[in-house]
């Protein structure tokens, strides 16, 4: 069956420390993956994407991801978060012969100051 | 600028009465989407259209309903059958396999 699973529903980071999302994917076909960032009340905002080519895709605000094949793994990282990235994340697979996206339950990003 | 606008961004209803949300987007794209939104459940699929005139249920389609007379326009009717309609409303609208998002609408209930 095809999903997405993003382990953690509630991640807590101190301001200016690093930051992992997971994301693990079951898909038949070879995926495109999506990392999405909601705001309270917003739409959904595409920070980045990888359909193929470089493994470690960069995004905007400063996000990263880098799809592991073996792993059937596509984790977000940054750096350093700022107060400002608080706000839920979420994690889609799809493909170019598929006009649906399979969606993670999403991690909900806590920061510390 | 192109994108996709949700109206209004809040409604409130009586139970039994039928909704009309509005989807439009000006980037030209073919497929068109609408997502349900409840707390810790994610996003959950209702409709979804590829081309005009054409539509098909997504996994929660029951007590709702769809048109597709336009490219630009998708609007969704949330019928009294829906049992338990508050809830966050997302449009969509895609190319390449990439959604782009309205800004949602949330209906509540009364």
């Known amino acids: 069956a095809q999903s997405v699973t993003q382990p953690d529903i509630h991640i807590t980071v101190s301001e200016g420390a690093s930051l992992e999302l997971r994301c693990n994917y079951s898909?038949?076909?070879?995926?495109?993956l999506f990392w999405y960032v909601q705001s309270p009340g917003q739409g959904l905002q595409l920070l980045l994407k990888y359909f193929s080519g470089d493994t470690l895709v960069q995004g905007i605000k400063g996000f990263e991801a880098e799809f592991k094949r073996s792993q059937s793994a596509f984790n977000l990282r940054k750096p350093s978060v700022h107060w400002s990235d608080a706000a839920e994340y979420f994690c889609a697979v799809g493909s170019d012969s598929n006009y649906q996206l399979i969606w993670g339950a999403g991690t909900k990003l806590i920061i510390k100051p | 600028d192109g994108g996709i606008t949700q109206s209004p961004k809040y409604l409130f209803r009586k139970e039994g009465q039928n909704v009309t949300l509005s989807c439009e987007q000006n980037?030209?794209?073919?497929?068109m989407y609408w997502y349900r939104q409840d707390p810790g459940q994610g996003l959950r699929l209702i409709y979804y259209s590829q081309i005009v005139n054409d539509f098909q249920k997504g996994d929660i389609a029951e007590g709702y309903s769809v048109s597709r007379e336009k490219k630009e326009s998708f609007p969704l009717t949330v019928t009294s059958a829906q049992k338990n309609p508050t809830a966050f409303y997302l449009c969509?609208?895609?190319?390449?396999?990439?959604?782009?998002f309205g800004p949602g609408t949330r209906l509540t209930v009364l």
């Open positions: 980037l030209n794209h073919d497929a």
């Open positions: 898909y038949g076909a070879t995926p495109y």
């Open positions: 969509a609208s895609s190319i390449g396999g990439e959604q782009f």
